[in-house]
Each structure stands twice: as structure tokens, then as C-alpha cells.
């Protein structure tokens, strides 16, 4: 009964590296978002995909970048890390729209 | 645009006092309406929802919140508190496209 599994956990990394953080359902939900949160900001959604095949922008898109690899996966990617992105990181996944939510446990992402 | 702003980032009670957590937004259509809440190291999960009918929703866990229309609020309840409810707790409303704007969240600490 797995849910949202998100990897890595933890991650650290030096200014201008790059890297992706893997997210993968198996709810067989049709949507699926990126969000990041920050103190005292809530969370705010980067990017989204609606279903299998479409991805949308959200809030604060700049900086990164995603695949809907197949109606399980939806991988988020940093191509140039900025201690601006040292953050948590969590996915979530969905039937329809926004009725109910369904999240990982998140990555912790620091970037020096 | 809507938004939500959540009074209180940081809530002391103590154990088997009422808990009241504040939410208010702005929306411009009818919204939906959510709480969620984080334990620590966890995703968040939902507690409770409003979308059509009866404004006072009732979620898991014991607590229910109401949707004030005239006053623009969805303010989250929880008659005695445990100490199990030591979590941060989100307020958020969809707005006109669908997409969930979260509010910056409230700590709740529970006092022996």
C-alpha cells in the first residue's frame, strides 16, 4: 500500500549541479504536481500534469523542469542547482482535480 | 486571484482544550475549501473538505471546520485536544483554475 513514493529523502548538492527528484504513484491517478515548501510560505505548486502526456507550469516554475514518463511517474528536474532552491520538495497525486490530494513523504533538498 | 491567510503561525494548547485554527480567503467563484495536515517527516494529508452543501464538514480525527460565506472563513475546530494533534495544519482554497493556493500553515503544539 505505497502510495506516493518519492526519492531521494535527502539530498544535498553544490551550486550548478544537477539533478532529479522521482516521484511514482500507484493509486492509478490521473493527475499528478510538484510542490515545494518553505517556511512560512505553505506550499507552492511548481509544476503540474493533468494527465498522462500534458505538463503545465504552476506558481514558481523557474529553474527546473519535469517529465510525465507514463501515467505512474512524474520526475522533476534541476538542471543548474541555486541555494534559492533549497527547499522541501514533495509530490502528490490525484483522481480528479484537487478533490483530495495524495502526497509523498517528501525530499529535502539543500543546495550549498 | 484568491489567496489564504491563516491567523496564527504558531498555536499552544493544552491537552483537552479546544483547538481553533483560523482561515480565511479571498476568491472571486465559489470555492473549495481544504484542510490538511503535516505530521513531522510526513506529507500532508487531508483532514477535512468543503465543496457544495452543508457548510459544517466534518474530517478525520475529530475535527470539522465550517464555511462562513458572509465572513469568508473556513475556521478549523477540534473540541478537546490530544497530544497526537501536534502537527502543522494548511488551510487551502482552489481558485477559478483549479489549482490549490495553500496558506502558510499553523503549528499546533499540545501542552501536557
Same mark, same amino acid.
Given at each position: ?11 544535498? =548538492? ?6 532529479? =527528484?522521482?516521484? $511514482? ?7 499528478? #504536481?510538484? !510542490?515545494?515548501?518553505? /517556511? ?7 509544476? !503540474? ?8 507550469? %504552476? +506558481?514558481? /516554475? ?6 510525465? =514518463? ?8 534541476? +538542471?543548474? $542547482?541555486? /541555494?534559492?532552491?533549497?527547499?522541501? #520538495?514533495?509530490? $502528490?497525486?490525484?483522481?480528479? %482535480? ?15 | ?21 483560523? &482561515? ?7 470555492? @473549495? ?5 503535516? @505530521? ?9 473538505? @468543503? *465543496? ?19 465572513? *469568508?472563513?473556513?475556521?478549523? *475546530? ?12 494548511? &488551510? ?18 499540545? *501542552?501536557?
Amino acid at each position: 500500500n505505497a502510495g506516493v513514493t518519492q526519492t531521494p529523502k535527502f539530498q544535498v =548538492l553544490k551550486t550548478g549541479q544537477s539533478m532529479t =527528484l522521482q516521484c $511514482a504513484q500507484d493509486m492509478n491517478h490521473n493527475s499528478m #504536481y510538484w !510542490y515545494r515548501q518553505d /517556511p512560512g510560505m505553505g506550499l507552492r505548486l511548481i509544476y !503540474y500534469s493533468a494527465s498522462e502526456g500534458t505538463t503545465d507550469k %504552476g +506558481e514558481v /516554475p523557474n529553474g527546473y523542469n519535469v517529465s510525465r =514518463l507514463n501515467k505512474r511517474e512524474f520526475s522533476l528536474r534541476l +538542471e543548474s $542547482a541555486a /541555494p534559492s532552491q533549497t527547499s522541501v #520538495y514533495f509530490c $502528490a497525486s490525484s483522481d480528479r %482535480g484537487y478533490v483530495k490530494l495524495f502526497f509523498g513523504s517528501g525530499t529535502q533538498l539543500s543546495v550549498l | 486571484a484568491q489567496s489564504v491567510t491563516q491567523l496564527g503561525s504558531h498555536v499552544s494548547v493544552s491537552e483537552g482544550a479546544l483547538v481553533l485554527l483560523r &482561515c480565511n480567503y479571498s476568491s472571486s467563484v465559489p470555492p @473549495y475549501l481544504f484542510w490538511y495536515v503535516q @505530521y513531522p517527516n510526513q506529507g500532508l494529508q487531508l483532514l477535512l473538505k @468543503y *465543496t457544495t452543501g452543508a457548510t459544517l464538514v466534518k474530517g478525520i480525527n475529530g475535527f470539522e471546520a465550517e464555511f462562513k460565506k458572509s465572513e *469568508t472563513s473556513f475556521h478549523l *475546530t477540534k473540541p478537546s485536544a490530544h497530544m497526537s494533534d501536534a502537527a502543522e495544519y494548511f &488551510c487551502a482554497v482552489t481558485d477559478s483554475w483549479g489549482k490549490l493556493q495553500f496558506g502558510a500553515g499553523t503549528q499546533v503544539v499540545v *501542552t501536557p
